[in-house]
């Protein structure tokens, strides 16, 4: 059973950073992409950033610049740095992975406010 935990939510101030962690059990792949999402009350959610087991990477466009996503194979750990945070990003972050099949985290909460 894939499991994903998620860590890191939290509130901060507009321009500051979080580091959103992801760390996954029971992978059954070995091709599959990792990603972030983020919803707020009474939107779809939408795709943050992803990144495959070949490496590569992609962002929805509001984050570009802003948010980093990167991988720890050793640890099975997917990390989402977000850099100069605006108060547009207030959402739950889920970790999903995808293997055809796809599974999700129990989300983790980003406020930025001041």
């Known amino acids: 059973q894939v499991q994903l935990v998620e860590l890191g939510g939290g509130l901060v101030q507009p321009g500051g950073s979080l580091r959103l962690s992801c760390a996954a059990s029971?992978?059954?792949?070995?091709?599959?992409?990792m990603g972030w999402y983020r919803q707020t009350p009474g939107k779809q959610r939408e795709l943050v950033a992803a990144?495959?087991?070949?490496?590569?990477?992609a962002y929805a466009d509001s984050v570009k610049g802003r948010f980093t996503i990167s991988r720890d194979n050793a640890k099975n750990t997917v990390y989402l740095q977000m850099n100069s945070l605006k108060p547009e990003d207030t959402a739950v972050y889920y970790c999903?992975?995808?293997?055809?099949?796809?599974?999700w985290g129990k989300g983790t909460l980003v406020t930025v406010s001041s």
């Open positions: 999903n992975y995808n293997v055809g099949l796809n599974y």
């Open positions: 029971g992978i059954i792949g070995s091709v599959y992409t």
């Open positions: 990144i495959t087991s070949g490496g590569n990477t």
